[in-house]
């Protein structure tokens, strides 16, 4: 049971591509799942579930892979990716910007933030570095905070908050294409924007974290396919020239604490990495057979409506939750599995039609050959629910959250205030 994923993923892309006759953001999204499958497929006849290093449940544990848990995992991850079929981005004609000056402050806004990260953060960098990346997550995960947290302490608090919500630079990465390709602005301009996007990755780091690069990478390849047909040969050769190191100093990184982490596990780093990325599908398949069906929350699918009735986060709560189930919640198994734990099987199907529905809302229809900038940052920050959903649903806290309410604003506002004026003034005018 456990090739039926690898087998359906790759089908999956395969329809997808063969259907649009282009490698589109739906036939990403589905070889990721694919990939993941096969890894997952390797993990178990090679032995790797047995060691708590990459992060599957239980020693010793051999999931059954059911029928039932593997029709929900196939069905309801192919049901969030199904609205990003109806993008053809060969197709893409035209890309507007009717908003122009809110879009210019909102970019000023995220940059900002990314200069306070770049503040806060690089001092440290250069040494941590050279330290224990296991401590250094460890000692994050018994609840110390990192040097640039402590830092930012210090300072006032307009700019704590700032730092606080500075996810939003990530949202620099859409706005790097649109002004690069689009309206074809001097990089001299666009630069600053795709070296703000990077500064999550800062954050990480000094907690020798390897979630945000990841995150990066699989977003800034989503936006290689969602603008392909706008991007021009001096766009390309830029990104070729400066992502070159960039990769290295990335894979680098990811190498060095990986096997920092992992070097006393015994299945060794190459095995714990595999068993990192393979392992969404067999734990998916533990919370459908072991979760409490009792328990429900949505503090992880409402961040900020949970903080504000209920003073309740997923972050303080999760070792609450993890004693009341019996086994540790803080496990990939995709975002649909986030949904599952959290409420139940009916309760991850609504959630995956309620996504997709959303999804369907914003992209209105298929082969749709025009959009607005609104409309691509908007779906940029859905995309990631399925992307990143190869190992959890990415919105989970108030400091995640506030990048989908900020792109669902400048949505709005693109959608309904800026039309309405529109039509008020040529109401006017009329008359």
Same mark, same amino acid.
């Given at each position: 049971?456990?090739?039926?994923?690898?087998?359906?993923?790759?089908?999956?892309?395969?329809?997808?591509?063969?259907?649009?006759?282009?490698?589109?953001?739906?036939?990403? &999204?589905?070889?990721? !799942?694919?990939?993941?499958?096969?890894?997952?497929?390797?993990?178990?006849?090679?032995? +790797?579930?047995?060691?708590?290093?990459?992060?599957?449940?239980?020693?010793?544990?051999?999931?059954?892979?059911?029928?039932?848990?593997?029709?929900?995992?196939?069905?309801?991850?192919?049901?969030?990716?199904?609205?990003?079929?109806?993008?053809?981005?060969?197709?893409?004609?035209?890309?507007?910007?009717?908003?122009?000056?809110?879009?210019?402050?909102?970019?000023?806004?995220?940059?900002?933030?990314?200069?306070?990260?770049?503040?806060?953060?690089?001092?440290?960098?250069?040494?941590?570095?050279?330290?224990? +990346?296991?401590?250094?997550?460890?000692?994050?995960?018994?609840?110390?905070?990192?040097?640039?947290?402590?830092?930012?302490?210090?300072?006032?608090?307009?700019?704590?908050?700032? !730092?606080?919500? *500075?996810? &939003?630079?990530?949202?620099?990465?859409?706005? +790097?294409?649109?002004?690069?390709?689009?309206?074809?602005?001097?990089?001299?301009?666009?630069?600053?924007?795709?070296?703000? *996007?990077?500064?999550?990755?800062?954050?990480?780091?000094?907690?020798?974290?390897?979630?945000?690069?990841?995150?990066?990478?699989?977003?800034?390849?989503?936006?290689?396919?969602?603008?392909?047909?706008?991007?021009?040969?001096?766009?390309?050769?830029?990104?070729?020239?400066?992502?070159?190191?960039?990769?290295?100093?990335?894979?680098?990184?990811?190498?060095?604490?990986?096997?920092?982490?992992?070097?006393?596990?015994?299945?060794?780093?190459?095995?714990?990495?595999?068993?990192?990325?393979?392992?969404?599908?067999?734990?998916?398949?533990?919370?459908?057979?072991?979760?409490?069906?009792?328990?429900?929350?949505?503090?992880?699918?409402?961040?900020?409506?949970?903080?504000?009735?209920?003073?309740?986060?997923?972050?303080?709560?999760?070792?609450?939750?993890?004693?009341?189930?019996?086994?540790?919640?803080?496990? +990939?198994?995709?975002?649909?599995?986030?949904?599952?734990?959290?409420?139940?099987?009916?309760?991850?199907?609504?959630?995956?039609?309620?996504?997709?529905?959303?999804?369907?809302?914003?992209?209105?229809?298929?082969?749709?050959?025009?959009?607005?900038?609104?409309?691509?940052? &908007?779906?940029?920050?859905?995309?990631?629910?399925?992307?990143?959903?190869?190992?959890?649903?990415?919105?989970?806290?108030?400091?995640?959250?506030?990048?989908?309410?900020?792109?669902?604003?400048?949505?709005?506002?693109?959608?309904?205030?800026?039309?309405?004026?529109?039509?008020?003034?040529?109401?006017?005018?009329?008359?």
């Amino acid at each position: 049971m456990h090739f039926v994923p690898l087998i359906y993923f790759a089908g999956l892309t395969y329809y997808f591509w063969q259907k649009h006759r282009t490698y589109d953001v739906a036939a990403y &999204m589905s070889t990721l !799942y694919t990939i993941t499958s096969l890894c997952c497929v390797i993990m178990v006849l090679g032995g +790797f579930m047995n060691a708590r290093g990459g992060g599957v449940l239980i020693d010793g544990y051999e999931p059954d892979f059911g029928i039932i848990p593997t029709v929900l995992y196939c069905g309801l991850i192919t049901i969030t990716i199904l609205p990003f079929s109806f993008i053809r981005p060969e197709n893409l004609e035209h890309i507007g910007n009717v908003h122009r000056y809110l879009l210019y402050a909102f970019t000023l806004l995220i940059l900002l933030q990314g200069l306070i990260i770049y503040y806060l953060v690089g001092g440290f960098v250069s040494d941590l570095l050279h330290g224990d +990346f296991k401590f250094l997550k460890d000692t994050y995960l018994t609840g110390d905070i990192s040097p640039a947290d402590a830092k930012m302490l210090t300072l006032p608090f307009p700019v704590q908050l700032l !730092y606080y919500f *500075s996810f &939003m630079t990530l949202l620099g990465l859409p706005l +790097f294409f649109y002004y690069s390709c689009v309206e074809k602005r001097s990089l001299w301009f666009t630069t600053p924007l795709l070296a703000i *996007s990077i500064s999550p990755i800062l954050r990480g780091i000094l907690v020798a974290d390897r979630t945000e690069i990841i995150h990066y990478g699989l977003m800034f390849f989503f936006c290689l396919v969602l603008f392909q047909k706008f991007i021009t040969r001096r766009v390309r050769n830029f990104m070729f020239l400066t992502g070159l190191p960039i990769v290295a100093v990335g894979l680098t990184y990811v190498i060095a604490v990986s096997s920092s982490r992992f070097e006393n596990e015994e299945e060794g780093a190459s095995g714990s990495m595999l068993e990192y990325a393979g392992q969404s599908y067999a734990n998916f398949c533990y919370f459908y057979d072991n979760h409490n069906k009792e328990l429900f929350y949505l503090e992880r699918e409402f961040p900020i409506i949970s903080y504000a009735i209920f003073q309740s986060e997923y972050t303080e709560t999760k070792e609450e939750r993890t004693a009341k189930e019996g086994f540790f919640i803080g496990v +990939f198994a995709s975002h649909v599995g986030s949904w599952l734990l959290d409420t139940g099987v009916i309760g991850a199907i609504v959630f995956s039609l309620l996504f997709a529905l959303l999804c369907c809302l914003v992209i209105q229809r298929y082969n749709r050959t025009d959009f607005d900038v609104a409309d691509l940052i &908007m779906i940029f920050t859905l995309g990631v629910v399925p992307t990143f959903g190869i190992f959890y649903y990415r919105y989970y806290s108030i400091q995640t959250a506030v990048v989908y309410l900020a792109a669902g604003l400048l949505y709005l506002y693109s959608k309904f205030i800026f039309v309405w004026n529109k039509e008020e003034k040529e109401e006017t005018n009329n008359a």
